[in-house]
T-cell receptor, first 109, second 116 residues
């Protein structure tokens, strides 16, 4: 079957760095997405990786290793507004998005 | 760019009534739109994939006669929850993929449905 694993919840301190891991097992691979979702709101796009390596976008970076079925989202200089759920999703061979359950990130002052 | 709107943002209805939710891509054409449902503290669950001009593809366990999807144009898809019951209360979110574009999905703001 298809499976996306990510931690349920993480806690970090304002100003610090946090890494949210995602491992996946899917039938085929056409890219991995990270989305941010604040409570009661729809997800917003953060990043897309289809090749191995690190993609940096401001305070957020996303890494992919296809051979390991592994990705992480790195958030630097954490701000209180970064408190949200972070969803990892993989596009399979049918171009269907397979979603992880999300990681709830709690930022403490 | 790539803005998706949903209407209504929230709706409260009585059990047994039908509710229609609209999803519009405002500044791009979307051959494919997706309908998701999300229960509290759970991840997104894909309900169906809506293709312009053809029948929607429903996920296993989703009743096509209960959740009617119409994708009549490249900018509009509608989801109608027929004979709604309290267990249908959820957050319904649509997303759209730009026709001929990358694989990224752009999400609407969601519709919170409460069935009394």
């Amino acid at each position: 079957g298809q499976n996306i694993d990510q931690p349920t919840e993480m806690t970090a301190t304002e100003g610090a760095i946090v890494q949210i891991n995602c491992t996946y097992q899917t039938s085929g691979f056409n890219g991995l997405f990270w989305y941010q979702q604040h409570a009661g709101e729809a997800p917003t796009f953060l990043s897309y990786n289809v090749l191995d390596g690190l993609e940096e976008k401001g305070r957020f970076s996303s890494f992919l290793s296809r051979s390991k079925g592994y990705s992480y989202l790195l958030l630097k200089e954490l701000q209180m507004k970064d408190s949200a759920s972070y969803l990892c999703a993989v596009m399979d061979s049918n171009y269907q998005l397979i979603w992880g359950a999300g990681t709830k990130l709690i930022i403490k002052p | 760019g790539a803005v998706v709107s949903q209407h209504p943002s929230w709706v409260i209805c009585k059990s047994g009534t039908s509710v229609k939710i609209e999803c519009r891509s405002l500044d791009f054409q979307a051959t494919t739109m997706f309908w998701y449902r999300q229960f509290p503290k759970q991840s997104l669950m894909l309900m169906a994939t809506s293709n312009e001009g053809s029948k929607a593809t429903y996920e296993q366990g989703v009743e096509k006669d209960k959740f009617l999807i119409n994708h009549a144009s490249l900018t509009l898809s509608t989801l109608t929850v027929t004979s709604a019951h309290p267990e249908d209360s959820s957050f319904y979110i649509c997303s759209a993929r730009i026709s001929g574009g990358a694989e990224e999905q752009f999400f609407g703001p969601g519709t919170r449905l409460t069935v009394l």
